[in-house]
């Protein structure tokens, strides 16, 4: 059982826009900023989003992220083929002390 | 380009020490902007923060596994290491070492991440 709250599955077709949510509570999201990671088949994950919205060199601006409350989103414009991957968002939790991550949502391009 | 690389035994027996260890290579693992963290991935399933540490010592674990975990810096060999004691088959997973940037301008993040290694915990 994940601290931070993902739908497991994601689907969408080429072109279109995704949309991935990360539930959080007070003490990590509504308190800290928000990451998301992009985990293609067999590779490690790597930094997507940073500080709830903010892109990493080299990440296409295809990839949005926001914050309102204690909730996440990961926004995927334009999807292409090579998006499908596992998608998780983290943040800091400041009751555990300690970096919490969501359960992971699998994006399908049909 | 800065690089992460795992290493260490591809199978440990139950009840014993896991023990890994992370190589920084074009950079220096001695910068006060830089906390260094071992994350871990039973296969199928997702992440989970184990813990990490700064140069200077100061080390951060996940409450469910402090009572396990030791992770230690050796900056003459731009190195940290992780062992794990008491291992069980549920310790099994790909696991990953990656740089935890903390400023103003790269957010708090684990920013550059090792290719991981899996460790199967079986007799």
């Known amino acids: 059982q994940s601290v931070l709250t993902q739908p497991p599955s994601a689907s969408g077709t080429p072109g279109q826009r995704v949309t991935i949510s990360c539930s959080g509570s007070s003490s990590n999201i509504g308190s800290e900023t928000v990451n998301w990671y992009q985990q293609l088949p067999g590779t490690a994950p790597k930094l997507l989003i940073y500080?709830?919205?903010q892109r990493p060199s080299g990440v296409p601006d295809r990839f949005s992220g926001s914050k309102s409350g204690t909730s996440a989103s990961l926004a995927i414009g334009g999807l292409q083929s090579e998006d499908e991957a596992d998608y998780y968002c983290?943040?800091?939790?400041?009751?555990?002390?300690?970096?919490?991550f969501g359960g992971g949502t699998k994006l399908t391009v049909l | 380009q800065l690089q992460l690389q795992e290493s260490g035994p591809g199978l440990v027996k139950p009840s014993e020490t896991l023990s890994l260890t992370c190589t920084v290579s074009?950079?220096?693992?001695?910068?006060?902007?830089?906390?260094w963290g071992w994350i871990r991935q039973p296969p199928g399933k997702g992440l989970e923060w184990i813990g990490g540490?700064?140069?200077?010592?100061?080390?951060y674990y996940n409450p469910s596994l402090k009572s396990r975990v030791t992770i230690s810096v050796d900056t003459s060999n731009n190195q940290f290491s992780l062992k794990l004691s008491s291992v069980t088959a549920a310790d099994t997973a790909v696991y990953y070492c990656?740089?935890?940037?903390?400023?103003?301008?790269?957010?708090?993040?684990?920013?550059?991440w090792g290719q991981g290694t899996m460790v199967t915990v079986s007799s």
């Open positions: 540490i700064h140069y200077g010592g100061t080390t």
């Open positions: 500080s709830n919205n």
């Open positions: 983290a943040a800091w939790d400041d009751s555990l002390n300690g970096w919490v």
């Open positions: 990656a740089r935890h940037v903390s400023t103003a301008v790269m957010g708090n993040a684990f920013d550059i």
């Open positions: 074009a950079d220096s693992i001695s910068s006060n902007a830089y906390y």
